[in-house]
């Protein structure tokens, strides 16, 4: 089984890998058994279900673990007990890196761990072969979550909630939401209700992907009624023909609803009361204290009954603890597990009784593929028995199916209920599966909706692709008007569990339960040069300053001098200790910029020559070398410097962009002509003056951008 | 509540299966009109109905009560709409659009912590809740192993009680030994404890608690539990264990023993039925209030006038609510113990005392009618019967006319049917296999309908067929063997009687039915002379004042209610959480018929991204958040009415907002993250860290960051790494 190529038939090009919705069966792909279904979406893995197949023995019963790396599941979800289901759960929790969590039902833990120490005695054929210990079974129990129906649980993101799926005690469905993305898993599931469980529920609301059962295809069950009668004249004409009546069932599940049906007929029928029924199976005995206690978990039914008596305890039937204790003398109703005939009490008593033809075996559930339950149905004429002879087959074989599987009726049914665009069919064996998919295709190109069916083998990807629709919700302050057309939005965009909310950074914390935090930056630097000489080196730099008394700014108390540079970070000298500065500001990534270039300001004034200069006084003797003679410009004639030189560059722009500009030198004013119309520019406060709309427009915008290149870093 | 307020009503949430949180629901919706859906739980609805049918009978039992009937309280309770925790379920009708969840509060079986969430406005009910684990519950989803639900965080008002801020808790572990050494103390002495409690919420931890102790030491002495539903109560709480603590699922899973069959405790519905267990004993009675019920008639019995000359111990484990009998008592105690033992150290717990004075008190009785009385009633009742009597002979004649004709074919039928039955109505005794045993599943051998006859089978050793000794004795032998068997199955310990019980539990009504004989109320005011032992250990189950106190800033309400305490501790807790930092400083204390206006309405719109203005969003990450500055304009696309938010594609640039640090890091954090990077980092002073001796970081009052140093590579390390710790915007 494991040599399939991994090709993906179903890709859609796509852009984004993140908005791929990946579906891979490792197992219950176009086979019954061993169900294990990966769902990965949006970086989050979620298994569902880790069975093992009955027909095969040791690490080939598996799922394909071995194509997934376990450490990156998430969430492993089990809808029910039953081996096929749940019996690879110990192996993957405590034999892989798997180290998700794991969620069941209250009754599926309480049974999981009875069910799987009874598998683990079963299948104990040799110490190498066993896939897990009694050990690892109870470490993964403690390590199992118990759920609610209708409980929603929430796992970084990934939303899921079980609901009733019928079956069996405690099966469930799970609809698993992870971004918007809705996934229905049935599991094993029925849609009709029975003398214990309620049918399966349906979920409100749209689903976008159902993974559906197709154990049955396109068969049809009999009405529950007409196959009860029948179940009951059959057993009824077997045991009054003084023959055996073996019925090979799973332990826990099915059994219990053929125990109830027939304690029910043996107290209408009198006449059989001499005929004894035996239930062996001890791990059924130690479960019941289960179904005792998780009645609110079954119907409406069953919990009236209870609120009277336990319907649980039966009249008719008696437990047979082991072979010996049983006296093989007439007539007699025998429900033994397993329920395929694969080993155990089952098949010692059907390779007993088989030769006789009075004797009877009713197989009452869902038997898989290469085990000999699937093989008596076909009635050959002899089969082998466990220690290799041939025994001749001659008791009469019939099949009733009780297993609590949906028909295609009710499946389909199901699948048209819950509208969902895409439908995954696993959990069924191929001719089955295929046969559903086209009945389902054809119905569905009937009605010209638009589901497209999958039918994935194990290993195989179906992708799935959901355009990740962002829908944010914009709340607080932000919100406080309904938004018009092109109307500018900013604010602060804050995701969490795909949940998406637009706020201003002052709503963080009331509304998105974030604090907003300030650092405060205070450096120490060491400085020996005197304070006007800082403050000219830096007006040079920034321009003007801010000075004012410490006293004045800081209510410390101490003395000394403040420096504000930008309005953003200040520069105290304390009187006490005139060797340092203090520098102090509001950190983010601008104000740090600009402290690292005042510092750098303040490193360099005691080594600068300018420095040297501004704070010498002439001298008398005379240099040589004209540059020196130049005296340091005083402040006024420096920013006149600068203006006159931003000037030139206007006139220059502006030249190149219109032609010949007349212009006034003194009042720094240019006068551009354009086909007879007149703009005036005053390069000090780059504005524009003209009559004309068209060409005021188009000088300003050139203007802008001139103020941009000659004085590309904005004054704070 | 009155007519007014009952109509106005929209939906009830409750929240506790107990008196204080229910009690009102079957008068309100029989007499005051009150018509909403109600939710809750499943077993506070399961458990409700215990309760009220206990108080039910206990009133009947004392006096003429008609406030409401058994069937007002099964209407109450079947029209609840159940649910499961954590299953978020939309309200329909002219509540659309709310959501309601429920959430394990602790304290009782199902007790709820509600959050009613609309949009962003999400409001947080949780009174009476536990955060500490019991033995048969564990402790409430709000504040598990030191964390709050992130479901129940920042709700925008959260409403909570006081009833505990100015109690402080021993260890759970002193106060039950506290209890049994008080009951073990009495028991020795030859003396009887009483413990009133409720009978449908705290009855069970109690009951549990008692149960394992009993079981533990292998105690003889009788352990009653007395309610009028006490069958039912354990019944119940049999098929709800998957509402119990994880301790006791898991011990269910692994021993398949249900912890609520109990081993010990013996479950009674009437006063009388104590009289078989004679000598000493523990008796766990309702109602906790001391007003009503078993406990009352016990405690009178016992600590009253008719008491036996030894010491009984009345036991209080909940202070119930004031005017009540229960709290005058411990009222008493507390006074009486606090000046005796004034150390100040409260969490010490407080010693029993003598109790003997004299108490004002109702005294409810009903007798059975005697001579004149009798008479007029019986007569009364002769001519009751005699109307219906005639009433029903005038409807079965017109019936009888109308049916004759289709009943003439089948009538030779009936009269073979009624000989039948005739026949059956004769007794035998036929041997029945007793079919409510409890314990087995099957059947254990198989049953016949004649005379019983059980076919051995025949034991087989070395010597063929085994002798059976008996089937050689004389007569005479044989007799005295026989009687000697009978004895030993009388004897078996503790443990007698016991299926015999439960047998008989099965197949009782819900309720004892009324006594055949005519009966009448007597109610005297007396002074009753009390004398006991009498000692308060808090069982309650509710968080103590200190924990609420470290657990409402971790939840961080936007707003806050306080209900649910008198006025002294009410304003304690109001005043606490005034002090906190960083808590809110809306905090109302209403008192009762007050109108808040809470609402806080919170604008909100959808908007959709495009995948331009997705793509352009640069995230920071932030523990399980993912921050990005947002800057776009609004467009109305034709196709849909939500609007969608694209990129800003016009040239004007936005004005450029100032950074925003997110993030509230514990310097004790930024430590371990400092001393991984190699930098040393100590705590000096007023939570000063001081890295590497140059640099200091610290908290200002505010919450701000300051950091502080001389110019040097750490600083830039250090300074990099602080702001690594926050997203930054």
């Known amino acids: 089984m494991g040599h399939h190529k991994r090709k993906a038939d179903y890709e859609i090009p796509i852009v984004d890998e993140n908005d791929l919705l990946k579906l891979t069966p490792l197992g219950a792909g176009n086979e019954v058994g061993r169900s294990s279904i990966l769902l990965e979406y949006k970086g989050k893995t979620i298994l569902l279900d880790a069975g093992i197949h009955p027909a095969y023995n040791g690490l080939a019963s598996l799922p394909f673990f071995d194509e997934i790396d376990p450490a990156s599941i998430d969430v492993l979800l089990v809808t029910h007990f039953h081996v096929d289901h749940a019996a690879a759960v110990p192996y993957l929790m405590e034999r892989t890196s798997f180290k998700g969590r794991v969620f069941m039902t209250h009754p599926t833990k309480a049974i999981y761990k009875w069910l799987l120490s009874d598998y683990v005695r079963v299948s104990n054929i040799g110490d190498e072969d066993q896939l897990y210990s009694e050990e690892d079974l109870i470490t993964s129990f403690h390590r199992i979550e118990a759920v609610d129906y209708h409980q929603q649980v929430e796992v970084e993101g990934i939303k899921f909630t079980s609901f009733n799926a019928g079956h069996v005690l405690g099966a469930a469905m799970f609809l698993i939401e992870i971004a918007g993305v809705k996934v229905l898993y049935t599991g094993d599931y029925s849609r009709e209700e029975d003398r214990h ?95 005792q206690t998780y009645i609110n978990m079954m119907n409406a039914r069953i919990r009236k009954q209870f609120a009277i008596s336990n319907p649980f305890i039966f009249k008719h039937i008696s437990n047979l603890r082991n072979v010996e204790q049983f006296e093989d003398s007439g007539p007699c109703v025998m429900m033994a597990s397993p329920g395929m005939l694969q080993n155990g009490l089952s098949r010692e008593l059907f390779e007993r009784w088989a030769p006789d033809k009075k004797n009877g075996l009713v197989i009452t559930g869902y038997c898989v593929e290469n085990t000999l339950a699937r ?130 950074p002052e709503d963080l914390s009331e509304l998105g339960g974030l604090i907003t935090t300030v650092v405060t930056q205070r450096q120490v630097v060491p400085f020996n040069a005197g304070i006007s000489l800082l403050k000219w080196h830096l007006e040079m730099m920034f321009g003007t300053l801010n000075e004012s008394a410490l006293e004045k700014a800081d209510k410390s108390g101490e003395k000394g001098i403040v420096l504000r540079v930008f309005d953003t970070i200040d520069i105290k000298q304390l009187e006490r200790r005139n060797n340092q500065l203090t520098l102090e500001w509001i950190g983010n990534a601008m104000n740090d910029m600009i402290a690292d270039s005042v510092l750098a300001v303040i490193l360099s004034v005691d080594s600068s020559p300018a420095s040297v200069k501004a704070s010498t006084h002439p001298c008398s003797h005379s240099h040589s070398g004209a540059e020196e003679d130049r005296d340091v410009p005083l402040e006024h004639d420096k920013i006149q410097q600068e203006i006159d030189m931003n000037f030139q560059d206007v006139v220059a722009f502006l030249t190149e962009q219109f032609g010949e500009v007349n212009f006034d030198e003194k009042e720094h004013k240019v006068t551009v002509n354009v086909d007879g119309s007149q703009a005036i520019v005053d390069s000090l406060k780059f504005s524009v003056e003209s009559e004309d709309d068209v060409l005021l427009k188009r000088v300003n915008d050139v203007m802008q951008r001139i103020k941009l290149a000659v004085n590309p870093i904005p004054t704070f | 509540m009155d007519y007014r307020v009952a109509k106005q009503i929209d939906a009830v949430l409750i929240s506790h299966s107990d008196l204080n949180h229910l009690g009102a629901l079957p008068y309100a919706r029989s007499h005051l009109g009150l018509k909403c859906p109600v939710y809750s739980t499943v077993p506070v609805v399961n458990m409700g109905k215990m309760c009220m049918y206990d108080l039910h009978q206990s009133k009947t039992n004392e006096m003429e009560f008609d406030t409401f009937t058994l069937e007002h309280v099964d209407e109450a309770f079947d029209k609840i709409t159940s649910l499961r925790y954590s299953q978020p379920y939309a309200l329909p009708g002219k509540c659309q659009g709310i959501t309601i969840t429920a959430y394990a509060a602790a304290h009782t079986i199902g007790g709820t912590i509600w959050k009613i969430k609309q949009d962003t406005d999400e409001i947080v009910y949780a009174v009476d809740f536990n955060h500490r684990k019991e033995s048969h519950l564990d402790g409430t989803v709000l504040h598990s192993n030191g964390n709050v639900l992130d479901a129940l965080t ?85 098929i709800m264990l998957e509402w119990m603590g994880d301790d006791l699922t898991q011990h269910f899973s692994q021993t398949r ?59 209080l484990t909940a202070r119930s609510s004031p005017g009540s009998l229960a709290r005058h008592l411990y009222d008493i105690w507390n006074e009486r113990t606090t000046t005796a033992n004034d150390d100040g150290n409260k969490r010490t717990i407080k010693p029993a005392i003598d109790y003997n004075e004299s108490v004002h008190m109702t005294v409810y009785k009903r007798v059975p009618l005697e001579g004149e009385e009798l008479a007029e009633f019986e007569e009364r009742q002769r001519e009751q019967a005699e109307r219906d009597a005639a009433q029903a002979a005038i409807i079965a004649r017109s019936k009888s006319i109308m049916e004759e004709d289709e009943l003439s074919d089948e009538s030779d039928m009936d009269e073979a049917d009624d000989t039948m039955e005739d026949l059956l109505g004769d007794q035998f005794d036929l041997y029945v296999k007793d079919a409510g045993r409890s314990g087995g599943f099957f059947k254990q051998a198989q049953s016949y309908r004649m005379f019983p006859y059980l076919e051995r089978r025949k034991r087989i050793d070395d010597y063929g067929e085994a ?52 009966m009448k109320y007597i109610t005297t005011e007396q002074d009753v002379e009390i004398q006991c032992q009498l000692r308060y250990v808090d069982l309650e189950g509710l968080s103590d004042g200190r924990s609420m106190k470290t657990i409402l800033p971790q939840i961080g309400p936007r707003k806050l209610i306080v209900i649910h305490g008198s006025s002294k501790p009410t304003e304690e807790l109001a005043q606490a959480c005034r002090n906190m930092d960083h808590f809110t400083k809306e905090i109302f204390t209403p008192s009762v018929s007050q109108v808040l206006n809470v609402s806080a309405a919170t604008n909100i719109y959808r908007v959709r991204l495009t995948d331009a203005m997705v793509s352009s969003l640069q995230f920071s990450k932030l523990e399980d958040y993912e921050l990005a500055r947002v800057s776009g304009r609004i467009h109305f696309p034709t196709d849909s009415t939500t609007p969608s938010l694209d990129v800003d594609t016009t040239d004007e640039q936005p004005s450029k907002a100032p950074s925003v640090f997110v993030g509230d890091i514990r310097l004790s954090e930024f430590k371990k993250v400092l001393q991984g990077e190699g930098i040393s980092a100590e705590f000096k002073g007023e939570g000063v860290l001081v890295c590497n001796d140059c640099v200091a970081v610290r908290k200002t009052g505010t919450g701000q960051l300051l950091v502080e140093g001389i110019l040097s590579p750490d600083y830039y390390k250090i300074r990099s790494l602080l702001y690594a710790q926050h997203a930054i915007l």
């Not at chain 1, 529920?201 to 154990?215: A, F, M, N, R």
């Not at chain 1, 023959?243 to 043996?266: H, K, N, S, T």
């Not at chain 1, 035996?278 to 179904?291: N, P």
């Open chain 2, 154 to 238: 920042r709700p925008s008002l959260m409403i909570t009680d006081a009833l505990n801020a100015s109690v402080v808790h021993p260890p759970r572990k002193d106060r039950n030994a506290a209890m049994f050494d008080t009951m073990m103390t009495t028991l020795r002495s030859g003396g009887s404890v009483l413990l009133p409690t409720d009978s449908s919420a705290r009855v069970l931890e109690l009951a549990y608690l008692l149960d394992k102790h009993w079981s533990q030491n292998q105690l003889t002495y009788p352990l009653i539990m007395l309610t009028n539903t006490s069958y039912h109560t354990a019944h119940f709480a049999k």
């Open chain 1, 197 to 291: 469980l309620m049918a399966a529920e349906k979920p409100e609301g749209s689903v976008d992907v159902l993974i559906t059962e197709s154990t049955y295809g396109v068969q049809s069950h009999e009405p529950r009624l007409a196959k009860e009668v029948r179940f009951t004249s059959l057993i009824h004409d077997i045991v009054g023909r003084g023959g055996r009546c073996l019925m090979p069932v799973f332990a826990l599940g099915r059994a219990q609803e053929l125990l109830l049906i027939l304690d029910e007929y043996w107290d209408a029928h009198p006449e059989l009361d001499s005929i004894p029924i035996y239930y062996a199976s001890s791990l059924a005995k130690k479960c019941m204290a289960v179904y």
């Open chain 2, 467 to 518: 002798i059976q000794v008996e089937h050689y004795m004389k007569s005479s032998d044989l007799d005295r063997l026989q009687l000697e068997k009978e004895d030993e199955n009388g004897g078996e310990g503790a443990n007698f009687a016991k299926e015999e019980d439960m047998v008989i539990d099965a197949v009782e009504p819900l309720l004892p039915g009324k006594d055949e004989k005519p």
């Open chain 2, 257 to 315: 023993e249900n912890p609520f069959d109990f081993k010990y405790l013996r479950l009674c519905h009437k006063l009388e039925d104590i009289d078989v267990y004679t000598g000493p004993k523990v008796v766990i009675a309702s109602n906790n209030s001391l007003e009503t019920g078993f406990a009352r008639d016990l405690f009178l019995r016992w600590m009253g006038e008719e008491r036996p000359v030894t010491h009984n111990t009345l036991l």
């Open chain 1, 375 to 504: 093989q008596a149905m076909n009635e050959p004429q002899d089969f082998t028995a466990m220690d290799g002879r041939k025994v001749p087959l001659r008791m009469s074989v019939d099949y009733i199916s009780f297993s609590a599987h949906v028909d295609f009726t009710q499946n389909s049914k199901f699948i048209e209920e819950v509208k969902a665009p895409h439908v995954v069919l696993v959990h069924g064996e191929a001719n089955a599966m295929f046969r559903l998919k086209s009945a389902l295709q054809s119905r569905f190109s009937e009605r010209e909706e638009n589901v497209k069916v999958y039918t994935p083998k194990n290993c195989e990807t179906v992708k799935l692709h959901f355009r990740g629709e962002k829908m944010a919700k914009t709340i607080g302050t932000l919100a406080a008007k309904y938004p018009i057309e092109n109307e500018p939005l900013n604010g602060i965009l804050v995701a969490k569990d795909f949940q998406l909310n637009i706020m201003t």
